[in-house]
């Protein structure tokens, strides 16, 4: 598929959405029941731009093998934070989870992102 000026949008929309978050991160809590971080904001929004590049560059979406691995990982996590000592914390579980999850829609997202600008200056 040959590029296309919106395709900008999509490549900046999270780091758009980071710097929004982070700018705006009083407003990202309530004082007593959520507190969310700028990470969570963000899960979305790489979710919807690693399914357009991925769209994009294969012409078939892998987010479906993304939440496979998101199963995965969490499974994972839930056995390391169940086989750990102390009391077992769901909003601890749920903290790492997200974390791990950021990092590894994140790397993928600038992978893919890496590999559409190789595609785009290869046609």
């Known amino acids: 598929m040959s590029f296309s ?22 407003y ?9 971080l ?13 399914h357009y590049l991925t769209e994009t560059i294969f012409y078939f979406s892998l987010l479906p093998l993304y939440f496979i691995i998101l199963g995965i ?11 750990g000592e102390g009391a077992f914390r769901w909003t601890r ?12 829609t994140s790397i993928s997202y600038l992978l893919m992102l890496i590999v559409r600008f190789i595609q785009v200056i290869i046609k």
Request: charged fraction near 20%.
């Open 5 to 26: 000026w919106t395709e900008i949008i999509i490549y900046l929309m999270p780091f758009l959405t980071l710097f929004l978050a982070l700018y705006f991160r009083q």
């Open 28 to 36: 990202l809590n309530d004082g007593r029941h959520i507190h969310l």
């Open 38 to 50: 700028p990470i969570d904001v963000m899960h979305p929004i790489l979710w919807l731009c690693f």
């Open 73 to 83: 990982l969490g499974l994972w996590g839930l056995y390391q934070e169940e086989k």
């Open 93 to 104: 579980f749920f903290r790492k989870l997200s974390k791990r999850l950021f990092v590894l």
